[in-house]
């Protein structure tokens, strides 16, 4: 999460100094470890940079949620992930914590208050469209001209959450409209990897869902679509990629369309 030029603050250094962030920035597993996603994960903290956001990420001491293993059955890992990281939480005295993962988001805000974490978590999406709805965040620029996007909804934050509008409302602050796909909102289509799916073998049938899912996208006839979730990027990438259509069709995340027109 630290390059030459993105400098992140960590709890652990914050804490030593007397010093308590208003927001705790939950980077999440996939912002961590995956090549990809570790990109959305530079791009938000760029755009809490640019806003002066008073935040800090847990760096080392932060741990899975727990969600993969809760969704696979394994209650008591799940409980084990948890209690470690309410510890670290109740630790700092964390209030508010933002995530840019639906999936950490879901487990945080749902799951953990039964087991003695209760925290004020916010989605990026919501953050993001509250900072432009307030006029903190000014978007005057448009990389995108003349380009189209569709959004995909990750089910833990469209269906499990019912955050329908933030994301898009997001997205057309840059683009100005997004073209709704055939099945959207609360009729969305799974991208094929919630409820611990990515990581396990496909079961027998006809069609992956992300290539259902990546043939509906194509159809619309777009040139970009927008996520906001790491496992739906993953799918919707490698649905592209199978389908040839990386020249034509680009996957970028809600918070890399706000770098871009930041300029970040």
Not at 21 to 47: H, M, N, S, T
Not at 57 to 79: H, I
Not at 83 to 99: A, P, W
Request: net charge negative; proline share 3%.
């Amino acid at each position: 999460m630290t390059d030459k030029k993105l400098h992140v603050p960590v709890m652990s250094d914050l804490a030593a100094n007397g010093e308590k962030p208003e927001y705790l920035y939950w980077v999440g597993c996939a912002g961590a470890f995956d090549d990809r996603y570790q990109k959305v994960a530079r791009a938000f903290a760029k755009i809490l940079n640019h806003l002066e956001v008073s935040y800090a990420v847990l760096g080392k001491e932060e741990s899975c949620t727990g969600d993969a293993a809760k969704r696979a059955g394994n209650e008591m890992l799940f409980q084990m992930q948890a209690m470690q990281n309410i510890e670290v939480l109740n630790g700092y005295e964390v209030d508010k914590i933002i995530c840019t993962c639906p999936h950490c988001y879901n487990t945080l805000k749902n799951e953990y208050p039964e087991l003695g974490g209760n925290y004020n978590v916010i989605n990026y999406t919501v953050f993001l469209d509250e900072m432009i709805q307030a006029g903190k965040l000014k978007l005057e620029n448009n990389p995108f001209k003349g380009e189209s996007i569709t959004y995909h909804d990750p089910c833990y934050l469209g269906r499990g959450n019912k955050i329908y509008d933030a994301p898009r409302n997001v997205v057309k602050a840059v683009f100005g409209d997004v073209k709704e796909l055939k099945r959207s909102k609360s009729f969305g289509l799974c991208c094929g990897a919630g409820g611990a799916q990515m990581f396990k073998e496909a079961e027998k049938g006809d069609k992956e869902v992300n290539i259902e899912r990546t043939e509906e996208i194509i159809e619309r006839k777009v040139d970009k679509v927008a996520s906001a979730c790491p496992f739906c990027m993953t799918m919707l990438t490698d649905g592209i990629k199978l389908k040839n259509k990386e020249s034509e069709l680009q996957n970028l995340d809600v918070a890399e369309i706000i770098e871009k027109a930041l300029e970040l």
